[in-house]
């Protein structure tokens, strides 16, 4: 399976047609690097690699990918969790509360708000924040990682993206299951409303929610470009951006390798939180 | 079916804002690319340029309504595009399970691994650039998520008593799987999908901006926003205009979804109830 | 040892003398760091390998070549020679400065002289000097005795001394680097600058203390610290909020908002790119008549774009190089005469106008699609159908170098040698890189002279001479220099843009 991945995420007539050199690259260090071989020794040559952990030198900062990868990763994994916590604990509880009282003041309220959060571009509401919490209340740090402080405004930016979106899929997701017949059996029981709601419908509802959420998280830790630009966040994104553009393309192929590897390691987590919600999937998903 | 007012409302104005994209020529005051850089930054003037003027003099009612045109062309076409084929596909995986889904779900994996700029690269490298090869790669890097989804809403669907009662009946597998699973699979999709239309818009708007886009003589609203972006502070009407004509379209489309919603799952819809087919 | 200070007043620069004077005192009231806000990571501290001038600021810090330029006057001085002397067209002997330690205590002579040169150029490695001195110029160091060199060359050339004062060409120690010779450092730097390294966090910041063991004057700051904040609005609120003292790449837009912040200030410097409109006259039709490339000079109010885009921060350019420049020389403007312009075209056949592609990159250059847009707006007033297509910068880059774009395309060229022969050269037909027209005939014949000849006085007449030509030619569309605008917090002294873009930050601090 590792060498299926290598094969398709480091396809290589996807990254070779973006593999024009810089003008001033020479032939000689064209040579040096092995890019006059054939495609597919290169090729060969770079799985090779690969199976023994190198996964090269970036050809703009002559350092090893890995430790490139090594120092980034971490930053983007903490933005990453950070904006998803923000996301999941306002948009349960508004797609629920939208689910219930469905066709209320509220429930417009949230979807307008829904719809914001989606529409307005990322930069626009993070220029927001550092004017008002930076400039001028000082309250936040505006660039870089280092405490808690310099993540608030990265994470909280970055959850509107996913904030809107999960909120009304809750809410779509509670709607079904509400008007499905053990819900009502439940409630004519005279099971509490709350215990309803987080015991039955919720867990019900929660197949569509947890393969957002594993989705949204890997693909924020490949794609959490702008947010990272802005902040000045030393993440994973900006540097596989910083790398396309540069055609370094050892850092590319490292990058892409190793965000599918962790995007298979999530959707494992996923299908097992399937299996745990509906024991009835298990045998199927194993 | 019930129709509230919220619904005749969206409706109004989603075909405004078609109406925008159809007759551009006709209702737009200026050309969208007539420039008087002397004129340039001037705030929103009932009596000239209604909502005033961008960093280079061009009225911005006139770029707002050509605009409409290639941000619903894309966001549309990229959405109509990529969503079928990620139901499809997480349909597929879903329903047949073990090693079809296995296959289908890396593949899904390393779509999404691969940065949406590094395709957008590509294809313009390949195709050069242009409109129709930004649909292609906003619709390429769409799929994935209908896909799995999909797939994870199907894999519980398909155990249900209902399907299990169809396949007793006879039916065969693209039956069961068009009649009976999809219909209860298709309400988180058209939430995403909804979204997703918002997020094709800005993504254009990312690509133009690096240079991977449409030709800068297209009017988009995410090139508008961008274009403003550095005149946040001191001229808002640049990018407060076409962020308010998304939020508009996103939530005109979004409670027509909901309304598609109710009309096409079998459960909110209340007669047909799937699990009595 | 002779100091710093000695070696200005041999060099009679007494203006150079006076600006370093008020570094000397008040060294208490200072802050211990100037942060600088860059707005990109600086690709290498490869004293060898970087490209931009950005990187090359920071090398500057840190390390010495043998000349170097007045950060005013952009006059050659000596630095890490006291002396050079032109033996005859193909021969340059140079005087090493005695007594000067390498960070790692290691020290200069000769032999890094001739390792630095041969590292350089006669490596494999990729390097900015391969670019700027080709090694088809047979550089040879000839080592006579430890303090004393010869750079010998295969062809005459008059450039050697401006080659020499590149931050390309910072000295490197022979025994410290040795292991380096075919292999970039990535994880230090080794020079005799008053700065020493101390860490490089890729993507993040470099930061570099002052070098106590430094032979000229000591520098001001205890440390410098390059911090990266891509986002030019991020980058200003870390301005506003003292997190930064100095912003570099203040985009236009936001320069009022500096300018209405009671703590901060706009510094702005002449920036030494010249921007213009390059025409392919070797393959598009229409643009190999001369005719109709002053007929396209003449269609565009520049004037109205540079007060109307730019704020008029800049200046405009009539040929292929720019103010300050050695041997440059301005042959005027055209007119903004769109009826003329209709006449020329008229003459030239083409009085029914034609189809135009102009290309642009984006993210590279300020505004440059609008202005692209605007230009395009006034070719179309006078018939010349335009369309303006963009492209992602490396790709653009690839076509421009390669001679591939058709018809015409946006580009701001940077002057390697600080002489007009930079810009100038690119006409001759031979010439590798960007041929999109080809001198002939006396044009060719006065650039080629150019390049070959040693005495000052014949190098501005003929410097001219191109020059007129060029315009005359119309080869691009001449646009302008524009400001490069900084901002800074008024604390912060001795910050200085030379006019070559280099930052000189050695004298820089802020006060407490």
Same mark, same amino acid.
């Given at each position: 399976?590792?060498?299926?991945?290598?094969?398709?995420?480091?396809?290589?007539?996807?990254?070779?047609?973006?593999?024009?050199?810089?003008?001033?690259?020479?032939?000689?260090?064209?040579?040096?690097?092995?890019?006059?071989?054939?495609?597919?020794?290169?090729?060969?040559?770079?799985?090779?690699?690969?199976?023994?952990?190198?996964?090269?030198?970036?050809?703009?900062?002559?350092?090893?990918?890995?430790?490139?990868?090594?120092?980034?990763?971490?930053?983007?994994?903490?933005?990453?969790?950070?904006?998803?916590?923000?996301?999941?604990?306002?948009?349960?509880?508004?797609?629920?509360?939208?689910?219930?009282?469905?066709?209320?003041?509220?429930?417009?309220?949230?979807?307008?708000?829904?719809?914001?959060?989606?529409?307005?571009?990322?930069?626009?509401?993070?220029?927001?924040?550092?004017?008002?919490?930076?400039?001028?209340?000082?309250?936040?740090?505006?660039?870089?990682?280092?405490?808690?402080?310099?993540?608030?405004?990265?994470?909280?930016?970055?959850?509107?993206?996913?904030?809107?979106?999960?909120?009304?899929?809750?809410?779509?997701?509670?709607?079904?299951?509400?008007?499905?017949?053990?819900?009502?059996?439940?409630?004519?029981?005279?099971?509490?409303?709350?215990?309803?709601?987080?015991?039955?419908?919720?867990?019900?509802?929660?197949?569509?929610?947890?393969?957002?959420?594993?989705?949204?998280?890997?693909?924020?830790?490949?794609?959490?470009?702008?947010?990272?630009?802005?902040?000045?966040?030393?993440?994973?994104?900006?540097?596989?951006?910083?790398?396309?553009?540069?055609?370094?393309?050892?850092?590319?192929?490292?990058?892409?390798?190793?965000?599918?590897?962790?995007?298979?390691?999530?959707?494992?987590?996923?299908?097992?939180?399937?299996?745990?919600?509906?024991?009835?999937?298990?045998?199927?998903?194993? | 079916?019930?129709?509230?007012?919220?619904?005749?409302?969206?409706?109004?104005?989603?075909?405004?804002?078609?109406?925008?994209?159809?007759?551009?020529?006709?209702?737009?005051?200026?050309?969208?690319?007539?420039?008087?850089?002397?004129?340039?930054?001037?705030?929103?003037?009932?009596?000239?340029?209604?909502?005033?003027?961008?960093?280079?003099?061009?009225?911005?009612?006139?770029?707002?309504?050509?605009?409409?045109?290639?941000?619903?062309?894309?966001?549309?076409?990229?959405?109509?595009?990529?969503?079928?084929?990620?139901?499809?596909?997480?349909?597929?995986?879903?329903?047949?399970?073990?090693?079809?889904?296995?296959?289908?779900?890396?593949?899904?994996?390393?779509?999404?691994?691969?940065?949406?700029?590094?395709?957008?690269?590509?294809?313009?490298?390949?195709?050069?650039?242009?409109?129709?090869?930004?649909?292609?790669?906003?619709?390429?890097?769409?799929?994935?998520?209908?896909?799995?989804?999909?797939?994870?809403?199907?894999?519980?669907?398909?155990?249900?008593?209902?399907?299990?009662?169809?396949?007793?009946?006879?039916?065969?597998?693209?039956?069961?799987?068009?009649?009976?699973?999809?219909?209860?699979?298709?309400?988180?999709?058209?939430?995403?999908?909804?979204?997703?239309?918002?997020?094709?818009?800005?993504?254009?708007?990312?690509?133009?901006?690096?240079?991977?886009?449409?030709?800068?003589?297209?009017?988009?609203?995410?090139?508008?926003?961008?274009?403003?972006?550095?005149?946040?502070?001191?001229?808002?009407?640049?990018?407060?205009?076409?962020?308010?004509?998304?939020?508009?379209?996103?939530?005109?489309?979004?409670?027509?979804?909901?309304?598609?919603?109710?009309?096409?799952?079998?459960?909110?819809?209340?007669?047909?109830?799937?699990?009595?087919? | 040892?002779?100091?710093?200070?000695?070696?200005?007043?041999?060099?009679?620069?007494?203006?150079?003398?006076?600006?370093?004077?008020?570094?000397?005192?008040?060294?208490?009231?200072?802050?211990?760091?100037?942060?600088?806000?860059?707005?990109?990571?600086?690709?290498?501290?490869?004293?060898?390998?970087?490209?931009?001038?950005?990187?090359?600021?920071?090398?500057?810090?840190?390390?010495?070549?043998?000349?170097?330029?007045?950060?005013?006057?952009?006059?050659?001085?000596?630095?890490?020679?006291?002396?050079?002397?032109?033996?005859?067209?193909?021969?340059?002997?140079?005087?090493?400065?005695?007594?000067?330690?390498?960070?790692?205590?290691?020290?200069?002579?000769?032999?890094?002289?001739?390792?630095?040169?041969?590292?350089?150029?006669?490596?494999?490695?990729?390097?900015?000097?391969?670019?700027?001195?080709?090694?088809?110029?047979?550089?040879?160091?000839?080592?006579?005795?430890?303090?004393?060199?010869?750079?010998?060359?295969?062809?005459?050339?008059?450039?050697?001394?401006?080659?020499?004062?590149?931050?390309?060409?910072?000295?490197?120690?022979?025994?410290?680097?040795?292991?380096?010779?075919?292999?970039?450092?990535?994880?230090?730097?080794?020079?005799?600058?008053?700065?020493?390294?101390?860490?490089?966090?890729?993507?993040?910041?470099?930061?570099?203390?002052?070098?106590?063991?430094?032979?000229?004057?000591?520098?001001?700051?205890?440390?410098?610290?390059?911090?990266?904040?891509?986002?030019?609005?991020?980058?200003?609120?870390?301005?506003?909020?003292?997190?930064?003292?100095?912003?570099?790449?203040?985009?236009?837009?936001?320069?009022?908002?500096?300018?209405?912040?009671?703590?901060?200030?706009?510094?702005?410097?002449?920036?030494?790119?010249?921007?213009?409109?390059?025409?392919?006259?070797?393959?598009?039709?229409?643009?190999?008549?001369?005719?109709?490339?002053?007929?396209?000079?003449?269609?565009?109010?520049?004037?109205?774009?540079?007060?109307?885009?730019?704020?008029?921060?800049?200046?405009?350019?009539?040929?292929?190089?720019?103010?300050?420049?050695?041997? &440059?020389?301005?042959?005027?403007?055209?007119?903004? $005469?769109?009826? %003329?312009? =209709?006449? /020329?075209? !008229?003459? @030239?056949?083409? +009085?029914?106008?034609?189809?135009?592609?102009?290309?642009?990159?984006?993210?590279?250059?300020?505004?440059?699609?609008?202005?692209?847009?605007?230009?395009?707006?006034?070719?179309?007033?006078?018939?010349?159908?335009?369309?303006?297509?963009?492209?992602?910068?490396?790709?653009?880059?690839?076509?421009?170098?390669?001679?591939?774009?058709?018809?015409?395309?946006?580009?701001?060229?940077?002057?390697?040698?600080?002489?007009?022969?930079?810009?100038?050269?690119?006409?001759?037909?031979?010439?590798?890189?960007?041929?999109?027209?080809?001198?002939?005939?006396?044009?060719?014949? &006065?650039?080629?002279?150019?390049?070959?000849?040693? $005495?000052?006085? %014949?190098? =501005?007449? /003929?410097? !001219?001479? @191109?020059?007129? +030509?060029?315009?005359?030619?119309?080869?691009?569309?001449?646009?302008?220099?524009?400001?490069?605008?900084?901002?800074?917090?008024?604390?912060?002294?001795?910050?200085?843009?030379?006019?070559?873009?280099?930052?000189?930050?050695?004298?820089?601090?802020?006060?407490?």
């Amino acid at each position: 399976m590792v060498f299926g991945l290598v094969h398709l995420s480091g396809d290589p007539v996807l990254l070779m047609v973006s593999s024009d050199s810089p003008p001033d690259v020479v032939a000689t260090t064209r040579h040096a690097l092995g890019f006059d071989r054939p495609l597919h020794v290169q090729f060969g040559d770079y799985v090779r690699r690969v199976v023994r952990g190198d996964l090269g030198i970036s050809l703009r900062s002559n350092r090893p990918v890995s430790a490139l990868i090594w120092e980034r990763l971490p930053a983007t994994v903490e933005l990453t969790v950070a904006a998803l916590l923000i996301a999941v604990a306002v948009a349960i509880p508004a797609g629920i509360v939208s689910a219930v009282k469905r066709g209320s003041a509220v429930d417009r309220i949230a979807m307008v708000g829904a719809v914001a959060g989606q529409a307005v571009p990322i930069f626009w509401l993070a220029l927001l924040l550092i004017t008002l919490f930076g400039v001028h209340l000082r309250w936040l740090p505006v660039f870089g990682r280092g405490s808690l402080a310099h993540l608030v405004l990265p994470a909280v930016s970055l959850s509107t993206v996913i904030l809107g979106r999960l909120a009304r899929l809750v809410r779509s997701s509670m709607l079904e299951v509400l008007g499905q017949d053990y819900v009502r059996t439940a409630r004519a029981k005279g099971v509490g409303e709350l215990r309803v709601l987080a015991g039955h419908a919720l867990k019900n509802a929660a197949i569509p929610i947890v393969t957002l959420l594993g989705l949204q998280f890997a693909q924020l830790l490949g794609g959490a470009v702008v947010t990272e630009t802005i902040f000045a966040w030393p993440g994973i994104g900006r540097l596989v951006v910083e790398a396309i553009f540069n055609r370094d393309f050892p850092v590319v192929q490292g990058v892409v390798l190793v965000v599918s590897l962790i995007f298979v390691a999530v959707n494992l987590l996923v299908d097992l939180a399937y299996a745990a919600l509906d024991p009835r999937i298990r045998t199927e998903a194993a | 079916m019930r129709r509230d007012a919220a619904f005749w409302l969206s409706a109004a104005a989603f075909a405004a804002i078609l109406a925008s994209a159809l007759f551009a020529e006709r209702l737009a005051p200026y050309a969208p690319n007539d420039q008087d850089i002397l004129r340039r930054l001037q705030p929103p003037d009932l009596s000239a340029h209604v909502l005033g003027t961008d960093e280079v003099g061009r009225d911005i009612l006139s770029r707002l309504i050509y605009g409409a045109r290639i941000s619903l062309l894309v966001g549309v076409i990229a959405v109509g595009v990529s969503c079928p084929l990620g139901v499809l596909v997480g349909l597929v995986a879903g329903y047949a399970g073990r090693r079809v889904d296995s296959v289908l779900m890396h593949i899904t994996d390393i779509q999404l691994a691969i940065p949406t700029i590094l395709l957008a690269i590509a294809v313009v490298a390949v195709l050069g650039p242009g409109l129709p090869n930004v649909i292609l790669t906003l619709s390429v890097t769409g799929w994935t998520i209908y896909a799995r989804l999909v797939r994870g809403e199907t894999l519980a669907v398909k155990t249900r008593d209902f399907v299990q009662a169809a396949r007793a009946n006879g039916a065969g597998d693209v039956r069961i799987m068009v009649r009976h699973v999809l219909p209860n699979v298709v309400s988180p999709v058209i939430v995403v999908a909804v979204f997703a239309v918002a997020n094709m818009i800005i993504l254009e708007a990312t690509l133009s901006f690096l240079g991977l886009g449409v030709e800068p003589s297209v009017v988009t609203w995410g090139r508008m926003l961008n274009g403003g972006r550095l005149y946040l502070r001191t001229a808002w009407w640049l990018t407060a205009f076409p962020g308010l004509a998304i939020f508009v379209t996103v939530l005109a489309v979004n409670l027509l979804g909901d309304h598609l919603r109710d009309w096409l799952d079998p459960r909110l819809r209340g007669s047909l109830g799937g699990a009595q087919l | 040892m002779p100091t710093r200070r000695d070696l200005f007043k041999q060099a009679g620069g007494a203006a150079a003398l006076a600006a370093l004077r008020p570094v000397a005192a008040r060294a208490q009231t200072r802050k211990p760091a100037v942060t600088i806000g860059y707005p990109s990571t600086p690709e290498t501290i490869d004293p060898h390998q970087f490209r931009s001038v950005l990187s090359g600021s920071i090398i500057n810090l840190m390390g010495e070549g043998l000349l170097t330029r007045d950060p005013q006057t952009m006059e050659i001085r000596p630095l890490l020679a006291e002396s050079v002397k032109n033996l005859n067209p193909n021969t340059w002997e140079l005087r090493l400065r005695k007594g000067i330690k390498f960070h790692n205590g290691e020290e200069f002579n000769a032999e890094c002289v001739k390792f630095t040169i041969d590292r350089a150029i006669h490596s494999k490695l990729n390097t900015l000097s391969k670019l700027t001195w080709p090694p088809s110029f047979g550089q040879d160091v000839v080592i006579v005795d430890p303090y004393t060199v010869r750079i010998v060359t295969k062809v005459p050339d008059p450039m050697v001394p401006s080659r020499l004062a590149a931050e390309s060409m910072t000295m490197t120690p022979a025994k410290g680097l040795a292991d380096y010779k075919e292999k970039f450092v990535t994880d230090r730097f080794v020079g005799t600058g008053p700065f020493k390294f101390v860490e490089h966090v890729v993507g993040d910041r470099v930061v570099v203390e002052a070098n106590p063991a430094y032979w000229g004057p000591k520098p001001p700051s205890a440390r410098i610290v390059v911090q990266v904040i891509p986002d030019a609005a991020t980058r200003l609120a870390a301005l506003q909020r003292g997190d930064i003292d100095i912003m570099l790449n203040l985009p236009f837009p936001l320069a009022p908002t500096v300018e209405a912040d009671p703590n901060l200030r706009v510094y702005s410097e002449l920036s030494s790119l010249t921007h213009g409109i390059l025409f392919n006259a070797r393959e598009s039709a229409p643009l190999k008549d001369r005719r109709v490339r002053q007929a396209l000079n003449m269609a565009v109010d520049r004037a109205a774009i540079l007060k109307g885009l730019y704020s008029g921060r800049g200046q405009f350019l009539n040929t292929v190089t720019g103010r300050n420049v050695a041997n &440059t020389m301005d042959p005027g403007p055209y007119p903004y $005469d769109p009826a %003329r312009a =209709k006449a /020329l075209l !008229a003459e @030239a056949g083409f +009085g029914q106008g034609f189809e135009l592609t102009l290309w642009q990159s984006i993210g590279r250059w300020v505004l440059a699609e609008e202005t692209a847009q605007v230009i395009a707006g006034y070719w179309d007033k006078i018939g010349v159908k335009t369309k303006v297509q963009v492209l992602e910068w490396a790709e653009y880059n690839k076509r421009a170098g390669g001679s591939a774009h058709k018809d015409c395309f946006y580009y701001a060229f940077i002057n390697g040698t600080w002489d007009a022969s930079y810009t100038v050269q690119r006409f001759k037909p031979n010439f590798a890189t960007f041929r999109y027209f080809d001198a002939s005939g006396d044009l060719l014949k &006065t650039i080629e002279e150019y390049e070959r000849t040693f $005495d000052a006085k %014949r190098r =501005k007449e /003929l410097g !001219a001479k @191109a020059l007129t +030509g060029l315009h005359d030619e119309a080869v691009w569309l001449f646009l302008w220099q524009l400001d490069e605008l900084f901002g800074v917090t008024r604390k912060v002294k001795g910050f200085r843009m030379r006019p070559d873009n280099v930052l000189h930050m050695r004298e820089t601090y802020v006060e407490a």
